[in-house]
């Protein structure tokens, strides 16, 4: 059976605040958890005003406090951007919270712009370079310590906090195999090399002390609705979005907009289409045979749903909607 998931952007709406975005999130996560969905991921991203996840470890704690059993981690952490010893001591803090809850998800990218990466970073020599190192090295932080270790993440040692690889191309898919760590793929905004990194994967993989089989997750877009109009509504304000970050300027999630679709030109349908290829938009029946082909076509263990949806309450009804494909999953 193929689970289902919940990665949240923390969508601010256009008109709202980050303050609200943060409640929002405390709803979805707990309708995932009431509706049997497996796992709670936040993504990092930074200097994008229509997302408000960037201090990652710090919202999931908030969730965490607010949840009971549902799985929470990170999806991801942008390691590039921090230094291993201290995002083992803030998943460590989490996994000491909500033990057995926790997963860090571990990206490559920086999660936004070259300017903000290097003011994150100070320095962008090397950094991401270092990243299979960087996993590594939070690797070990995450063992039992040894007797006279010198440097130990307190807390975090002895956690063995399960660690994933995120990615969005073959080099993520070659990592996590060699690593032997679970893979979870971007499909929901970069759908080109989808296949051919779980093939990668899934041929090279390595088993490990963390995981004996090749696991994958991957992610959708979903749109979903009681009817089929409301739902082609409603996802006018992620086209919305994507064509302002395509252009360069990332705006606050705007609402709906009827007609949208009818004045764009060829290259703004292209970069729509391409970035929501892999996307359930529609009323129950329509959400539930896009989601069981997904499955069909990539084999996935796992099922990662993002919903950017302007109006909350249509947001978690798209959550709803989707869990009663489950049983067909």
Not at 79 to 85: E, F, S, V
Not at 281 to 305: H, M, P, Q, W
């Amino acid at each position: 059976m193929t689970k289902l998931s919940v990665l949240d952007l923390a969508p601010i709406t256009q008109g709202s605040t980050a303050a609200q975005s943060f409640k929002n999130s405390v709803d979805v996560a707990q309708l995932a958890e009431k509706c049997g969905y497996h796992r709670f991921w936040l993504a990092e991203h930074h200097n994008i005003p229509g997302i408000a996840s960037a201090a990652t470890s710090v919202l999931l704690s908030h969730v965490g406090a607010h949840t009971k059993t549902i799985r929470l981690g990170s999806g991801g952490v942008m390691l590039p951007n921090h230094a291993p010893l201290v995002i083992a001591e803030q998943f460590g803090t989490l996994a000491s919270l909500y033990p057995d809850r926790i997963d860090l998800g571990l990206g490559r990218a920086p999660g936004t712009d070259g300017v903000t990466a290097q003011a994150l970073r100070r320095t962008l020599t090397g950094d991401v370079d270092r990243f299979p190192n960087d996993v590594v090295e939070l690797q070990n932080y995450f063992k039992k310590a040894e007797p006279n270790q010198g440097l130990q993440a307190v807390p975090g040692a002895g956690l063995n906090v399960p660690l994933w690889i995120l990615g969005s191309s073959l080099y993520g898919a070659e990592l996590a195999a060699y690593l032997g760590l679970p893979y979870a793929f971007a499909s929901h905004f970069a759908p080109t090399d989808l296949h051919g990194a779980l093939k990668v994967y899934r041929e090279n993989f390595n088993p490990s002390e963390q995981l004996k089989e090749p696991y994958v997750m991957v992610a959708m877009n979903l749109q979903a609705a009681d009817t089929k109009e409301e739902a082609d509504l409603i996802s006018t304000s992620l086209m919305q979005g994507v064509l302002h970050l395509a252009k360069g300027n990332p705006v606050q999630l705007p609402p709906p907009l009827e007609g949208f679709a009818d004045g764009l030109g060829m290259q703004e349908r292209a970069a729509i289409s391409r970035f929501m290829t892999y996307s359930a938009i529609g009323d129950a029946d329509r959400v539930r045979d896009k989601l069981v082909e997904f499955k069909a076509a990539t084999n996935a263990d796992e099922i990662i749903l993002t919903a950017q949806i302007f109006d909350h309450k249509a947001r978690l009804r798209a959550f709803e909607i989707a869990a009663e494909a489950m049983e067909d999953l």
